[in-house]
C-alpha cells in the first residue's frame, strides 16, 4: 500500500513538474507576441518625413529610422528625438532650417540654432556661405543676433537671414524670374526682422510642379498676383494659379489696359507659345515673356524702356525654339521715381546693373538688391 501511494505521487509530482514547463513556455511565447506586437506598433508609430520640418521641434528627420517593412533590412526616414534641449515654439517668422547631416535645428531664445546633433553644442550653419574666405579685419568671429547665423560672403564674415542669405529686411526678389525654376518669389516670403511682422519678398518653393526642362529660349514671364509661371510639358513656361495649379487662362499681363476698338473680319487666334493680348485696342499676339511679337527686338540699351524697366539683351528668341537673341525691356523690380529732375539721359549701366531714378537724377543700382554701385 504504502509503494502504491509513493509511485502515485511520483508520478502526480512529474505531471505538475511538466505543467509547469508547458506553462512557462507558454508564457515565455505569450511575452514573445506581445513585443513583438508592441515592435510593430512602435514601427508603424514612427511618422515618416522628408526633412526637419515635418518633425516636432524635439525631433529630426533620421533618413534610416526605419525600415518599409517589420523585417526589411531597408531604409526610410522617420521622425526620430534628437535629446538637444529646445524651446517649445520659436518668437521668429521664420522656417526651420536644415543644418545638414551631423546638425539640428532647436529654439534657442527667440529662434532657430543649429547645433551638433551628437553634443547638442552649438553648431555654424554654412549653407548661406559663397564658398570665398573670411580675409576681413575681425579678431573673432562676430557674435549674430537671434534669429540670424553667421556667413562668410565676399570675403568676410556677414550675419544673415538664414531663409534668405541676405541681411535681415533686404528682398531676395521682387518678380518670378529672379528664383530658380521650382521657387516664385513669394511676397510674403520672409519678414524684416526675426520677430518683424512686416512682409520682405523671397524665394519660395512652388508647389505646382516643375520638373519638366525648359526647352524654348524665353524669359520667365511675370503671371500676376497669385500665379506663377511653370515649364509646362511643352517645355515653354506657362502661367499657372498657385492655389490650384491650373493653367491661367485669363492672362492679362500683356494687355495694355485699353479695349478693343479695331475692327477684324474674324477673330484672332494665336498660335502655340503665343499670347493673345489687348494692345493699342487691338487683339495681337505676342511672346507671353516679352508682350511683343515674336521676334521683334524692342530696345538697345535701358533708355528705350521705362524708369521701372532695363533692356535686357536676351530676354526671348525669334522663335521658341530658335538659339538667337531678341531684346526687350522687361521689370527689373527696384523702387524709382517717376521722371528725373536732372538734365541728363538715362545711362547704361552694363550687363550687372540699371539705372533708376532715386533723389531727382539717374542712379545705377544692382537688380536684386537695388544697392548703388559705383562705375
Not at 513556455?25 to 505569450?30: D, F, G, T, V
Not at 552649438?122 to 568671429?141: F, K, M, N
Amino acid at each position: 500500500m504504502i509503494i502504491r501511494t509513493s509511485l502515485w505521487l511520483v508520478v502526480l509530482f512529474a505531471f505538475l513538474a511538466c505543467d509547469d514547463a508547458n506553462t512557462s513556455a507558454n508564457n515565455a511565447n505569450n511575452a514573445n507576441n506581445v513585443n513583438n506586437v508592441n515592435n510593430v506598433n512602435n514601427f508603424n508609430n514612427i511618422p515618416g518625413c522628408e526633412s526637419d520640418l515635418d518633425c516636432a521641434n524635439t525631433e529630426y528627420c533620421n533618413p534610416c529610422a526605419k525600415a518599409s517593412c517589420d523585417g526589411c533590412t531597408d531604409c526610410v526616414a522617420g521622425c526620430v528625438p534628437h535629446g538637444c534641449p529646445t524651446e517649445a515654439e520659436p518668437a521668429c517668422n521664420a522656417m526651420r532650417p536644415e543644418c545638414g547631416e551631423s546638425g539640428v535645428a532647436v529654439v534657442t531664445g527667440l529662434c532657430w540654432e543649429c547645433v551638433d546633433l551628437q553634443t547638442c553644442a552649438p553648431w555654424r550653419d554654412d549653407s548661406c556661405d559663397d564658398g570665398t574666405e573670411a580675409l576681413c579685419d575681425y579678431d573673432a568671429e562676430p557674435v549674430c543676433e537671434d534669429g540670424e547665423i553667421l556667413s562668410i560672403q565676399d570675403d568676410c564674415w556677414r550675419c544673415v537671414n538664414p531663409a534668405t542669405c541676405l541681411p535681415w529686411g533686404v528682398a531676395e526678389c521682387f518678380k518670378d524670374d529672379q528664383c530658380a525654376a521650382d521657387e516664385f518669389c513669394d511676397p510674403w516670403g520672409s519678414a524684416a526682422c526675426p520677430i518683424c511682422a512686416q512682409a520682405i519678398p523671397a524665394c519660395s518653393p512652388n508647389p505646382c510642379d516643375t520638373g519638366v526642362m525648359l526647352s524654348c529660349y524665353a524669359i520667365r514671364p511675370d503671371c500676376g498676383p497669385g500665379n506663377a509661371a511653370v515649364v509646362a510639358a511643352d517645355g515653354c513656361w506657362q502661367c499657372q494659379e498657385l492655389e490650384t495649379c491650373t493653367e491661367v487662362l485669363t492672362d492679362e499681363h500683356c494687355d495694355d489696359g485699353t479695349e478693343i476698338t479695331c475692327m477684324t473680319f474674324a477673330e484672332v487666334v494665336c498660335a502655340e507659345h503665343e499670347l493673345k493680348a489687348i494692345q493699342a485696342g487691338c487683339a495681337v499676339c505676342v511672346d507671353p515673356s516679352t508682350c511683343n511679337p515674336w521676334g521683334a527686338n524692342e530696345c538697345t540699351g535701358d533708355y528705350g524702356c521705362g524708369v521701372f524697366e532695363q533692356c535686357n539683351e536676351c530676354a526671348s528668341s525669334s522663335c521658341p525654339a530658335c538659339a538667337d537673341c531678341v531684346s526687350a525691356c522687361v521689370p527689373h523690380g527696384c523702387p524709382s521715381e517717376l521722371e528725373p529732375s536732372c538734365d541728363s539721359i538715362r545711362p547704361d549701366c552694363g550687363p550687372d546693373a540699371v539705372s533708376v531714378s532715386q533723389d531727382g537724377c539717374w542712379v545705377c543700382v544692382t537688380p536684386g538688391t537695388c544697392d548703388p554701385v559705383s562705375l
